[in-house]
């Protein structure tokens, strides 16, 4: 062996350099597992020239071999450089754009770091616990404030509405919350048209909110002016604005900061960016100051996310003897359709969102089952302003990463780090769940919605959807159209002379070339084909009650 100390070759674990291209003048130690070097000069020699591998080693030594430890050894580098990236990336920009920049990339940084750390399912499926009595609220339990209270609560509120996305998934351009869904008015005029008619009615103030982002603060800027002459308080902020990463370098594929010289680069990193960019902004500052309280946070294509008194109510007037709720999620029973959508568990003594990308594969179908999770998230959140501020500033939101794969014009595969608005909530304190009516979740993602609100399902006031008192069931009809002819709502309503009568209607699908003539009536389960090259040409004045209706009908004018 030779003159080596015992306390030099027990510092390296043999194990670390079977991957590593490193030559050593040494022999494996059979029973310890350890290098044994043959005199301490060539251990000192080795040391001199290996001294920032050792320091690597030493911190990383319970790290196991093979491609896992390749895999590990490669992230650790992935966060040395993209920070050198975005370091370049800061400077290409103008000096007046910078701190904001700065900003954005702080958060960005964070999530790439927990990225790279973590590993596996963010839930271990034994500890979901039961959910505990009062954890959820039933909504019919709520008491409705008196008249004269609501405009001292209306004061306390602010209406945050989620304005990030864009319309390209039904075919449309610029920002989605612009598509028309009825009377030629937009998912934003009737936003307006609610809030302005609340603040009317009460003699109050509710500010809204728009958090957009780069993709649709253009476009909703100049759209915002032609409300200037109401009743209404309008702010914007833009949540952040993050490089998409190269799925195999793991750096940033954008080549400068400018945004919209590469716009693929880029992407917004979800709406749980929403409490640090709204912190950002100092609007969260100033509301507080105005002693606003709470919050109501929701999607701009949610049009049955109206406010609700009786929820505010309870958050402002709760039992002295129980905690503050700081967040409020609403939930409403999960059916069939709505299988894949986040549910409440209780999970490590905390209400929280699970969502179906953080269930274990094995455990996927136990997620799906209505008797198992009987709740769904509407993403209707209410959140306390002060405890928002609290969170951002101690730097405990740690919300669960969404990492979402895609596919660049060019061919290249990246990957963006998204959060969800609603997994904030095991980040605050008192955080409860409320079931809500099924009518307070009406989304509009497709076409299928699309035709849903403009029917006569609906009525409208004053911005607000209201199910008509003809309806006989409250959940609305289960309706499928086929991609391939009604996913862009340009073609979708070229294909119905007049939207049918749906009063009656249980469940509609519709697949191939299918058109609607006027008045159309459709009840019960009605099911239209037509195979690939047929035609079916539903006829003006047609009733179409529990029908299957498939081949080729055509009618031409004569």
């Known amino acids: ?13 043999a194990a670390m350099f079977r991957h590593r291209t490193i030559q050593l003048t040494a022999r494996f130690h059979p029973h310890e597992g350890w290098l044994a070097f043959h005199n301490g000069a060539i251990f000192a020699q080795f040391l001199a020239s290996h001294s920032r591998v050792l320091g690597t080693i030493r911190s990383h030594q319970r790290t196991p071999s093979g491609s896992r430890d390749f895999k590990e050894a490669t992230k650790r580098d992935a966060l040395a450089r993209v920070e050198v990236e975005l370091e370049r990336l800061v400077a290409t920009v103008p000096e007046t754009r910078r701190p904001q920049m700065l900003k954005e990339f702080q958060g960005f940084k964070n999530l790439f770091s927990r990225f790279l750390a973590e590993q596996g399912p963010s839930v271990t499926w034994e500890k979901i616990e039961k959910l505990p009595e009062g954890a959820v609220i039933d909504y019919a339990s709520l008491e ?24 390209t998934s039904m075919g449309c351009k610029g920002p989605k919350s612009v598509i028309q869904v009825r009377n030629e008015l937009t998912f934003l005029d009737l936003t307006v048209q609610q809030i302005e008619h609340l603040n009317k009615t009460y003699k109050c103030n509710v500010p809204l909110v728009l958090m957009n982002s780069f993709n649709t603060d253009e476009d909703t800027q100049k759209v915002i002016r032609k409300y200037k002459g109401l009743k209404l308080d309008i702010h914007t902020f833009n949540q952040s604005c993050h ?12 080549k400068e900061g400018n945004v919209h010289s590469d716009i693929e680069a880029w992407y917004p990193p979800g709406h749980g960016d929403f409490y640090e960019s709204f912190h950002n902004s100092g609007l969260l500052q100033k509301f507080i100051k105005e002693g606003r309280t709470y919050c109501f946070i929701s999607n701009i294509d949610n ?80 959140a306390k302003l ?9 730097g405990s ?40 009516p099924r009518s307070r979740f009406l989304p509009v993602k497709k076409t299928s919605d699309l035709l849903l ?6 009525s409208l006031s004053h911005g607000s959807l209201v199910m008509s008192p003809q309806r006989m069931f409250p959940s609305t009809p289960l309706v499928k159209l086929g991609d391939n002819h009604f996913a862009k709502v340009k073609e979708f309503l070229n294909r119905f002379a007049t939207i049918p009568d749906l009063i009656e209607l249980d469940h509609l699908t519709v697949s191939g070339d299918v058109t609607f003539g006027r008045g159309v009536s459709l009840k019960g389960t009605v099911i239209i084909i037509a195979n690939h090259g047929d035609r079916i040409d539903i006829p003006s004045g047609a009733v179409l009650e529990n029908k299957i209706v498939s081949g080729n009908l055509r009618i031409l004018d004569h």
């Open 1 to 13: 062996m030779g003159s080596v100390p015992k306390n030099c070759f027990r510092t390296i674990p």
């Open 144 to 167: 409705t404030p008196t008249t004269d209270n609501v405009h001292h609560m209306l004061d306390k509120l602010v209406v945050v509405k989620l304005n990030g996305g864009l319309g």
């Open 243 to 254: 490089p998409r990463i190269n799925r195999e370098s793991l750096l940033p594929v954008a």
């Open 303 to 382: 049009l049955g996310a109206t406010v609700d008194l009786n929820i505010l109510s309870l958050l402002l007037h709760l039992d002295p003897q129980k905690p503050i709720s700081e967040f409020v999620m609403e939930v409403t029973d999960k059916t069939r359709a709505d299988v894949k959508g986040g549910t409440l568990i209780q999970y490590e003594d905390k209400l929280r969102l699970l969502e179906i990308a953080q269930v274990p594969k094995e455990h996927v179908d136990d997620f799906k089952s209505v008797s198992q999770f009987k709740f769904f998230n509407t993403n209707n959140l209410w």
């Open 386 to 394: 002060d405890a928002i501020q609290r969170v951002v500033d101690q």
């Open 397 to 436: 939101l740690n919300m669960e990463i969404i990492v979402n794969n895609k596919h660049l014009g060019d061919g290249l595969n990246v990957i963006q780090l998204e959060t969800a608005v609603g997994a904030a909530m095991k980040c605050f304190e008192g955080g409860i769940g409320v079931n809500v």
């Open 453 to 458: 609100v403009m029917s006569n399902l609906y």
